[in-house]
């Protein structure tokens, strides 16, 4: 998994989430897993559903975060400089051919049950992933090109490719126990979340989880790089933030992330809490529908026609003004829009030229508008030349509140352009999304080291078969010099020259105007000092916690002295019930009055 | 009695004096004149909004304050967190929240006065099936049903009025059915019937009237119901996030964080107007149900 949408386009279950908002009412805080005595519990508040905790099939960044956890990849990445540095396997090498990879397996990594694992198991997570369709559906993008994988002897992994493959060290993909997973038949219909402990080679083993609220992870003793400190990582769902915050000042929770400005600071002037803001590792774009399309040319979907014009889209983007959504909207706690990759994958982040940038400029934007022949009468809305409206629909996650400001900011600076903007916020926009239905819509990338996947999902390739199929494309893109580049990055071995040629994509990808970065938000969170002593960011200097590129925060973390002595589970969210209150009380204060009316009423006859 | 030449009935004559009755009884209720007083004053405010507070008070873009201000002297009641002065915005969400109230609220009444009456005057199946329809209504949660309408349908302000228009009519329905049978079991209705009228003349002119009284009163005593659930649907991020209203503002309060970081000025003022106003039409909706009580022969 190289990246994972970050805001869930997949976000459950239609109404679910106005379910999960009445729960704010009455917060049942989850019941949370019982945890003994004594133990020293790391409790991380997490807001993300999980999809799956099938490594086969999870794509989301809290599945994918428990799977780092709990399966050794074949590569890691230091948490200093992000470079790749051995997990599973301790050496690898290319032939001379590009063609034939080797990694040696290390010998001190056991499962769970105390089975030692193997290249046999490599290999045969590959090769189900090859030969299974269903197996691929999260990860598929790595093994595409695989020709065949074998494992001559328990310490040695050989993979041959069909064309070189520049990310052969950076196979993001869980290795799974093959005598647990060869009994498995159908993969899209395991979900992996029945029996516990799950077999697994990580630093933590999963022993619990209960959807949508607890995932209940411990140390993995025999780990060859040294067991966690904690007797136990116990990610906990809080739907809502400021649940999640009040729950971190009682002392529930240890660590909370995704914190809007408003409440990193209030807890920075907090006792025995630190915040730490730090560059994230995703981008925030808007996403242009380009006119979906199948790969069998079929096209689908209802995106605006006005989109297909290159200049309407610039003029779009020509009215944003990047600087006014960081420093109003972030309120700082982010860094400008520039290219496709963000800034902390410094080897690969792209700037736009002077020449061809879409910078803020309202006047210009107008300009364009009436040069494509849309024009307005007085302060109307814009029409085409065939009487069209340029009215835009604008798709956001319902439970965002950035997407909700941001929208609201755009709503604003396109009607002075003319353009019209509705904004359709949904708990759950896969649909639409997949679908084709939408105009513009928010989208965010978690983005790994190697960059491959997320160029992937812009490529012709990429598109679904049939327009009723699922394709790993993100927003319908298929541009045949983008492709040409991706597949030039790809059978690039220098990592200079490869990197020149993905600042290429990008520059191509910007220029198209179909996906506009509008900020990188920073990984705003924070964590309770009196539960955890030490921890280490990624990258180790100012970097963030949650969403590591490999496990190393939950694995490094200790554990104060004194947490987890004494009992200290509190019902939070008091202060949650506050608002709900307001409310309640206005009904209660109506109901009385009104029953004292009624009996006075009475009296009176 | 010199009218009683002209070819008119009586009855528009005796209209002026119902009312100066009428309000006589009304300011006999303090509690109704105090209901009355801050229904006036919030509706004044609502409709001089683009007096009181700018028009671009809404804006995100080129709000005047920083964001989160506490109270001051330039922003009397803080600021929200884009910087939009909390003040303003609240005269502003008093449009909505009145709007989406009397509308929402006389929706409700309508489908209710319509389904009670025929359901009253035909009887037989044609009013078992009705009732039972309303019956199914009445057991389901309003507002969960109100949720998933706003849920499937498109976020705007009409949304959310026939999301509660359309789940809160049964109480109604099932009031005016009952006072429908009462009254059409008095006689001059089956002298109506015999002198000739019809379904439709007795139903508009005989039974409507006299069910005219219950129906105000409901719907005063609605639009607070509609008010509170509006603010509600708000509040769970269900209603349109274009519009500023006193539920959408408590909403964005919690979606910034107001609530974990002691931001109270963004919760207070929202929650005390929609309060006050809900607190107000209750007021005149129960006087007012107690002026025109049929059983006290006011109006008869």
């Known amino acids: 998994m190289v990246a994972e949408p970050s805001e869930s386009r997949a976000r459950a279950r239609p109404w679910m989430c106005a379910v999960a908002a009445l729960l704010v009412l009455a917060p049942a805080a989850p019941s949370a897993a019982p945890s003994g005595g004594g133990r020293q519990v790391l409790t991380v508040a997490v807001s993300q559903s999980v999809d799956s905790l099938s490594p086969f099939l999870a794509k989301r960044l809290v599945s994918t975060t428990v799977h780092r956890l709990a399966y050794e990849y074949l590569t890691n990445y230091d948490p200093g400089d992000g470079r790749v540095i051995p997990g599973l396997a301790t050496a690898w090498k290319s032939s001379p051919s590009k063609l034939t990879w080797t990694y040696t397996i290390r010998e001190n990594s056991r499962w769970s049950d105390g089975r030692r694992a193997t290249a046999d198991d490599a290999a045969w997570t590959f090769n189900r992933m090859m030969s299974d369709e269903k197996a691929a559906a999260a990860n598929g993008s790595f093994t595409a090109n695989f020709r065949e994988v074998t494992a001559p002897d328990p310490r040695t992994l050989v993979v041959e490719l069909k064309k070189p493959q520049a990310n052969m060290v950076a196979l993001d993909i869980p290795i799974v126990p093959r005598h647990v997973w060869e009994r498995i038949g159908d993969l899209s219909a395991f979900n992996n979340d029945r029996h516990f402990p799950i077999v697994g080679n990580g630093p933590f083993v999963i022993t619990g989880f209960e959807v949508d609220q607890f995932i209940r992870l411990e140390p993995n003793k025999d780990f060859w790089r040294g067991a966690p400190a904690f007797d136990e990582l116990l990610l906990k769902f809080y739907k809502d933030g400021d649940a999640a915050v009040a729950a971190l000042r009682k002392g529930e929770v240890s660590f909370v992330q995704g914190l809007v400005p408003a409440q990193a600071a209030a807890l920075r002037r907090t006792a025995d809490i630190r915040v730490n803001d730090a560059p994230g590792r995703r981008f925030l774009a808007l996403a242009v529908n380009p006119g979906a399309r199948a790969r069998n040319g079929r096209a689908f979907g209802t995106g605006h026609r006005a989109l297909r014009d290159p200049a309407v889209r610039r003029a779009l983007f020509h009215a944003v003004d990047r600087r006014e959504i960081v420093e109003g909207l972030f309120q700082g706690h982010a860094t400008e829009g520039a290219g496709y990759i963000p800034p902390r994958f410094g080897a690969y982040f792209w700037r736009p030229e002077p020449h061809q940038e879409i910078a803020h400029d309202p006047a210009r934007a107008a300009a364009l508008l009436d040069g494509a022949g849309y024009r307005r009468k007085g302060d109307g809305v814009r029409t085409g030349k065939n009487g069209e409206p340029l009215a835009l629909r604008l798709l956001c996650h319902a439970a965002d509140p950035y997407d909700a400001h941001i929208g609201r900011y755009l709503h604003e600076v396109w009607r002075e352009l003319g353009v019209e903007t509705r904004m359709e916020c949904r708990d759950n926009v896969s649909d639409s999304w997949l679908k084709g239905d939408y105009d513009l819509a928010f989208d965010g990338w978690s983005v790994n080291p190697d960059p491959d996947f997320v160029l992937s999902i812009h490529t012709c390739a990429a598109l679904p078969a049939t327009p009723s199929g699922s394709g790993s494309t993100d927003n319908f893109i298929c541009d045949r010099r983008f492709d040409e580049l991706y597949a030039r990055q790809i059978a690039e071995y220098d990592p200079v020259k490869r990197a020149e040629v993905v600042k290429r994509m990008q520059s191509r990808l910007y220029d198209t105007g179909l996906m506009n970065v509008l900020a990188y938000p920073n990984a705003v969170e924070a964590y309770r000092t009196d539960h955890i002593e030490s921890i280490t960011t990624m990258p180790e200097d100012g970097g963030s916690l949650w969403g590591q590129d490999g496990y190393w925060s939950w694995w490094s973390a200790k554990p104060a002295d004194g947490h987890g002595r004494s009992g200290e589970a509190a019902s939070a969210t008091e202060v949650v019930v506050g608002i709900g209150a307001l409310i309640a009380a206005a009904a209660v204060l109506t109901g009385l009055v009104a029953l004292r009316r009624r009996a006075t009423a009475d009296d009176r006859e | ?300």
């Not at chain 2, 049978?181 to 019937?193: D, Q, T």
Request: aromatic share 6%.
């Open chain 2, 1 to 300: 009695m010199t009218e009683s030449a002209l070819p008119r009935s009586p009855a528009p004559a005796r209209r002026p004096g119902a009312a100066v009755r009428f309000w006589h009884s009304y300011r006999a209720h303090r509690a109704g004149l105090l209901g009355l007083g801050a229904l006036t004053l919030i509706a004044a405010v609502a409709l001089l909004a683009p007096l009181l507070a700018d028009e671009d008070v809404r804006k995100v873009t080129g709000a005047p304050g920083d964001p989160l201000e506490p109270p001051s002297a330039a922003f009397w009641l803080g600021t929200d967190q884009f910087g939009r002065p909390l003040l303003g915005l609240l005269v502003w969400g008093a449009r909505i929240s009145l709007t989406v109230g009397l509308l929402a609220a006389g929706m409700s009444v309508a489908i209710g006065a319509l389904v009670g009456i025929a359901a009253g005057h035909y009887g037989g199946w044609f009013a078992t099936v009705l009732m039972r329809v309303t019956d199914w209504f009445l057991v389901m949660p309003t507002l969960v049903l109100a949720i998933v309408l706003a849920t499937v349908m498109s976020r705007s302000v009409w949304t959310v009025i026939i999301a509660i228009g359309v789940t809160s009519w049964p109480t109604t329905a099932r009031l005016v059915r009952a006072q429908t049978v009462a009254v059409e079991s008095r006689p001059y209705i089956e002298r109506a019937k015999a002198l000739g009228g019809g379904h439709r003349h007795i139903m508009s002119r005989h039974v409507l009237p006299n069910v005219m009284p219950l129906v105000l009163a409901q719907t005063t005593l609605g639009i607070s119901a509609a008010i509170l659930t509006e603010a509600t649907l708000a509040f769970l991020g269900l209603g349109d996030p274009m519009v500023v209203s006193w539920g959408g503002m408590l909403q964005e309060a919690r979606e910034a964080g107001a609530v974990s970081s002691g931001h109270w000025w963004c919760l207070a003022p929202p929650g005390l107007a929609i309060a006050v106003v809900a607190l107000a039409f209750t007021l005149c909706g129960r006087t007012i149900e107690t002026v025109l009580d049929p059983r006290r022969g006011v109006d008869r």
